[in-house]
């Protein structure tokens, strides 16, 4: 359909703008959805050919994702079989865990021991994969302070075993900070060798912190 005198469309200011590239075409195929109908049941949206159409609300939630929301979002992931040690500051305490010859040592805090094994692979389950759930800036902040990434609540380094397939060297550190301002359930995230501000979920904290209750005295 075309568009009609006395509507307002959007088009001047639209809400996405979205540019294809159609194979074997120079120019891509650009489409801009604009404002909702008055009665806010679809969106109208408008080809480069003039042609006006209206969408539905679920498809404009679909395009108006970010980029960043189609790419792998993986912070930390290990193959938990290498695993030789793991490096770990929590709530103010240093552990480090060491795979033994049948089980895994606690190395710090001295004399202390697994209470179960099990809780063991509950920490490494927790710690492989962590993803994002989101990016909050394509650059490492300049005040790291104020995202609680100085004296971070969880900071986990793995070391791997050296094979041919996996170079030997350290997984992270992978650091959490403080609570989200606008999402209590999610805290900042930062991960070596990727220079961006990340949020991830809570649950990761009180997975970590119910695996470690299972570290006991000797």
Known sequence: MGQEQGVDYGFDDPEIRLAIQIEGEDQPLEIMVGAPTPDASAYYAKQDTGAVALIAPIAVQGLAKSAYSFQDKTLMAFDKGKAATVRLFFEGVEYVF?????????????????????????????????????????????????????????????????????????????????????????????????????????????????????????
């Open 98 to 218: 060491e795979q033994g010859q049948t089980k895994w040592l606690v190395v710090q805090p001295e004399k202390k021991t697994w209470d179960s094994q099990t809780d063991m692979e509950a920490l490494l389950a927790a710690l492989n994969p962590v993803k994002a759930i989101d990016r909050v800036s394509e650059q490492l902040p300049q005040d790291p302070a104020s995202y609680g990434l100085t004296s971070p609540v969880l900071a986990v380094e793995v070391d791997l075993e050296a094979s041919s397939e996996q170079p030997e060297g350290p997984v992270g550190p992978l650091k959490l900070g403080v609570v989200c301002e606008t999402n209590q359930h999610a805290r900042y995230a930062v991960i070596a060798g990727q220079p961006a501000l990340y949020l991830v979920r809570q649950a990761l904290v009180d997975t970590v912190r119910d695996a470690l209750a299972g570290v006991r005295d000797k």
